[in-house]
């Protein structure tokens, strides 16, 4: 049905306007017309649009441009270009850039609402397609954590996902880092685009180069068509590169210039291809030890480490180990599931090595075997239940803790004099101003 929608005509022919204006208002729809592409933005900014109807060809800027600017302006909002020198090559063109309808004039009553029907069901698919991913992830994806070091966290992911620098992600494995990117994404601009993730360590190096940047048919031996990559797949979205530290040093000059130009190079291509990407990192190595023993390139290490958070290991959060704990549940249908207080103790004090996804491993084990009633310490793993020695002997410090409160300490004797406190540590001062920014010391310190 069409009735009641409002559809914008865009021509610069005044009769073409009036005849399509009649018809349409004949179909009980709201019309507003305009005669070119300027007073068509006008008509956009102060009314609520369903659809826009426009000729290509027009003084100044044309339909294209005009159904390029619209699609920045109002995402998705349906755009059906109409011409009078229609080739295939233009339909095809127009269809893949995202145009809903390309019809040739002269244009009957039926085509053209057959047209509208059409570009408003696709519209109501796209929507309902969105939502429906939307609560996958509400349900699949939900960040979880309530103290203050995760909130910090949470608020720093936030921020980051307002803009478009590159996001560098470390954590130890099992924190979530995978979880942030899409939250970064998810909280974006780019939500409604691609979220491409690919783990640099999971894939062969010899492979991993035409993984990210794709080939040309006859590349190399095998290639028999053009296989587009992961950056090109991830056009408009999110590029996740998970275990950048593992990115062989002959490719880190191609995704250095992905960052810096916006452009990378197929294999076998010849050229460079254009493409509008928002890069989001994650680690669990020490980049700038790797830059400093020149495994890691100093110069990409600096591109993309302009809006670096780091996780915390679950050891730094046990509080929120309840709260995961009854998320999980949750997603397993066992919202109900109970712990006795014993659990809970020695939950606490266990050290996590595998961090959140142990966590949600365990949970996954009691609802996979439908515990009744509460979970007893006869549920707990042997290594929960009998940490190893070595372990009791510790100190409830991580080495991240130590390192943090060495750095702190020696500032502090310093008088924040990080020249002084880099000597007195025994490294070099870019060092110390790294591992302050890691860490959320003095002026990096989220607020600071």
């Not at 712990?339 to 606490?348: F, G, T």
Request: one cysteine or more.
């Amino acid at each position: 049905m069409v009735k009641s929608i409002h559809i914008l005509i865009v021509d610069d022919d005044k009769n073409f306007r009036r005849v399509m204006a009649a018809n349409l208002e004949r179909e009980q729809c709201h019309v507003t017309t305009a005669a070119d592409a300027e007073e068509a933005l006008r008509a956009l900014g102060s009314h609520k649009i369903d659809l826009v109807v426009s000729d290509i060809r027009m003084p100044g800027r044309d339909g294209m441009a005009l159904f390029r600017t619209v699609q920045t302006r109002n995402p998705g909002l349906p755009v059906i270009l109409i011409t009078a020198y229609a080739t295939v090559e233009h339909a095809v063109h127009a269809m893949k850039d995202g145009v809903s309808d390309y019809l040739t004039k002269p244009i009957s009553r039926e085509d053209l609402l057959r047209s509208i029907h059409k570009a408003l069901e696709m519209r109501r698919l796209s929507e309902e397609n969105r939502k429906l991913k939307k609560a996958l992830a509400a349900r699949q994806g939900t960040i979880v954590g309530q103290t203050p070091v995760f909130r910090k966290v949470l608020q720093t992911l936030a921020q980051a996902a307002t803009s478009n620098f590159p996001v560098l992600i470390y954590g130890q494995s099992g924190t979530g880092k995978e979880l942030a990117a899409r939250y970064l994404h998810d909280n974006s601009s780019r939500a409604e685009c691609p979220f491409v993730a690919v783990n640099c360590a999971a894939i062969p190096h010899d492979l991993l180069e035409s993984e990210l940047f794709g080939h040309r048919r006859g590349a190399f031996t095998g290639a028999v068509k053009d296989q587009s990559g992961r950056f090109e797949r991830a056009h408009g979205g999110t590029l996740f590169l998970d275990e950048i530290g593992d990115l062989p040093l002959t490719l880190q000059p191609k995704l250095l210039r992905a960052v810096e130009e916006g452009t990378i190079e197929p294999l076998g291509a010849g050229h460079a291809v254009k493409v509008d990407v928002r890069l989001v990192m994650a680690t669990h190595r020490d980049l700038m030890t790797m830059v400093e023993q020149e495994t890691f390139r100093r110069d990409l290490f600096y591109r993309i480490n302009v809006l670096p958070v780091t996780l915390p290991a679950l050891s730094e959060r046990r509080e929120d180990i309840p709260l995961l704990i009854r998320h999980f549940a949750a997603q397993h249908g066992h919202p109900d599931l109970e712990l006795d207080a014993e659990v809970v103790d020695r939950l606490s004090q266990y050290d996590w090595p595998g961090n959140v996804r142990e966590l949600e491993n365990l949970v996954s084990r009691w609802t996979f075997i439908s515990l009744k009633g509460a979970v007893t310490p006869l549920d707990l793993p042997p290594e929960i239940l009998q940490p190893s020695s070595v372990s009791r002997r510790l100190p409830r410090l991580t080495l991240r803790g130590q390192e943090r409160n060495l750095i702190e300490q020696a500032l502090a004797e310093c008088h924040g004099n990080q020249s002084k406190a880099a000597e007195a540590l025994s490294i070099p001062r870019h060092i110390l101003i790294y591992r302050m920014r890691k860490y959320g010391i003095g002026p990096y310190a989220p607020g600071g």
